[in-house]
């Protein structure tokens, strides 16, 4: 049975860290990185801002068949989860 990648999240290539990590634990799973880097950094923004941006990124990830979607940005994990 084929499963799809690990989805992970960050407003930026800060998360990217956390996928390096993620990979050293699980490194027979795919993943699919999604940086926001157009409109980093989250942290100034509204709370309605950062709720819609992290929708948008996190419907993206689901369409592309990610089982399971990783926040690794600490203001969307703040303000929108």
């Known amino acids: 049975m084929e499963q799809g990648p690990i989805g992970i999240f960050d407003s930026g290539y800060g998360g990217l860290t956390v996928l390096r990590e993620i990979v050293k634990v ?3 799973h795919d993943f699919l ?3 926001d880097n157009a409109r980093t950094p989250y942290g100034n923004r ?3 801002t950062i709720y819609e941006y992290t929708l948008e990124s996190v419907k993206y990830l689901l369409n592309e068949d ?5 926040l690794a940005c600490n ?3 703040a303000k929108a989860l």
């Open 26 to 28: 699980l490194p027979d």
């Open 66 to 70: 990610c089982p399971l979607i990783i």
């Open 75 to 77: 203001t969307a994990s």
């Open 46 to 48: 509204s709370f309605k």
């Open 33 to 35: 990185y999604l940086g």
